[in-house]
């Protein structure tokens, strides 16, 4: 079961801030008992938070390590729940794809402020594939807001996080 491997891999009580302990109580499991879509919203989305708040490099190096960690849980997530289809829930876009999909700026403006790879073809192909099929179709071209504006928003973040 996929959340086991959550907890196992992704140590969910790091997360107690968020609210995540326990909360396999509250999100429902596929006919398979995976809880692929819980991903997103459980671990994936705080993950990426946590490398925000974190102070220092090393610190910081290490948060985006996790995240890593979990788009490689999320890479077999996305395998399971798109059965080889070109979105998590088939043919055509579904709400996991936005949810996700709502992440994807973010994660090009992570990758250029740290210099680090996120959507790795070699760890993650079928999200890296995901990523262009979901960026290229028609509903999304042009909705998703372009990473020089985010490493904009992300310096005023730290500006103002350090005056305080």
Not at 50 to 56: F, H, L, P, S, V
Not at 70 to 91: I, R, T, W, Y
Not at 124 to 134: C, I, K, M, S
């Amino acid at each position: 079961m996929l959340w086991q491997l959550l907890e196992m891999e992704l140590d969910l009580n790091l997360f107690p801030q968020h609210g995540f302990v326990g909360v396999d109580s509250i999100v429902d499991e596929d006919e398979d008992g995976d809880l692929g879509s819980a991903v997103v919203v459980v671990v994936f989305i705080p993950m990426m938070m946590e490398t925000r708040k974190a102070e220092g490099v090393e610190a910081k190096m290490a948060a985006f390590e996790r995240v890593k960690e979990g788009l490689v849980v999320l890479e077999d997530a996305f395998a399971k729940c798109s059965k080889g289809k070109d979105f998590f829930g088939g043919d055509s876009i579904g709400y996991l794809d936005i949810a996700f999909g709502c992440c994807l700026g973010w994660i090009k403006a992570s990758e250029k402020m740290v210099e680090v790879v996120l959507l790795d073809e070699t760890k993650t192909p079928g999200l890296v594939g995901w990523a262009e099929r979901f960026c290229s179709h028609d509903a999304v071209k042009g909705t998703l807001p372009e990473t020089e504006k985010l490493l904009e928003i992300a310096k005023r973040f730290q500006t103002n996080a350090k005056a305080q």
